[in-house]
């Protein structure tokens, strides 16, 4: 059995599996490598938004014997179709492409990966905006049956979007460099979710997400204005588009002055790859 549990200073070996960010594998590297440490095998999620180093660092954990390592198997899932890693500097992540996971650049060389032709987040009418994106994309029964074939109370169709106008004059702006702001879109977004609490959706149930964290902070201080003292309707979950995923979503795109009602889907890609084997 391996593993490894940080108490304090110490660290226990007793666990057969063990989870970390790479964040914190990069950080306790040494003390693991002089623990003698030792794996075979490896799984990363999410490894598409993961820069290459990110992802390279959680691979070197322990000391090889001679030129040879102790891993033999690595298991990247991810999206590659999807957000990529963020890097804050574009001129670095256009001309030098630190933009590009390692998990982009495999399935770039022609490294061999599963590709799931399945999604069960999603209504079928809604999969049709994205599904053009991936090679055969189909849909799993769930998403064809029960409460997914049902209409949503008190909305006209699956997802809808709709052109909120300049609220007073005024569109989108930005109070300080690259913090947008749209007032009128987000007095619409709470008003839609106060509609949705009234027709009896559990507020647990609702998210709404945003592009910019400057309407995330606007959308945040309406929504305790009008509903945070009121038990009837609460508060939902708010937050970026690329921090979350949940349930019934209500998305501010703020710039674009675009407001969409939409559920959420997120498809994998499993990427494979055997280590040559140890004598």
């Given amino acids: ?91 670095l992540a256009r001309h030098a492409l630190l933009e590009q996971s390692l998990f982009s650049r495999l399935l770039r060389l022609g490294v061999p990966a599963i590709h799931l032709d399945k999604q069960g987040r999603s209504r079928p009418e809604i999969a049709n905006l994205f599904n053009w994106r991936y090679d055969r994309l189909g849909d799993l029964d769930i998403v064809t049956k029960h409460a997914y074939s049902l209409a949503n109370p008190g909305f006209a169709f699956a997802y809808q979007f709709v052109n909120v106008a300049d609220f007073h004059g005024r569109g989108e702006y930005c109070p300080t460099p690259h913090f947008f702001q749209n007032l ?62 949940g349930f019934k979503m209500i998305t501010s795109c703020c710039y674009s002055s675009v407001l969409s009602i939409l559920v959420t889907f997120l498809m994998h890609v499993a990427l494979w790859w055997q280590c040559p084997a140890r004598d």
Avoid at 13 to 26: E, N, P
Avoid at 185 to 198: I, S
Avoid at 206 to 229: E, H, M, P, W
């Fill in 1 to 91: 059995e391996i593993g490894v549990r940080l108490v304090g200073s110490e660290m226990c070996i007793r666990d057969s599996i063990i989870a970390m960010t790479c964040t914190h594998a990069a950080l306790i590297r040494k003390d693991l490598v002089d623990l003698g440490f030792k794996y075979d095998a490896i799984v990363v999620e999410e490894a598409a938004q993961m820069l290459e180093i990110e992802a390279f660092i959680p691979l070197v954990l322990q000391h090889c014997s001679g030129n040879k390592s102790q891993l033999e198997r690595v298991v990247l899932i991810g999206d590659h179709h999807q957000l990529p890693p963020i890097v804050r500097n574009r001129a």
């Fill in 184 to 245: 009128g879109e987000a007095e619409f977004v709470v008003a839609v979710y106060m509609y949705m609490r009234l027709l009896g959706y559990p507020a647990c149930r609702i998210s709404v997400l945003t592009t910019y964290n400057g309407q995330k902070d606007l959308l945040t201080d309406i929504f305790k204005q009008r509903c945070a003292k009121d038990p009837k309707y609460g508060l939902p979950q708010i937050n970026t588009v690329d921090k979350y995923q």
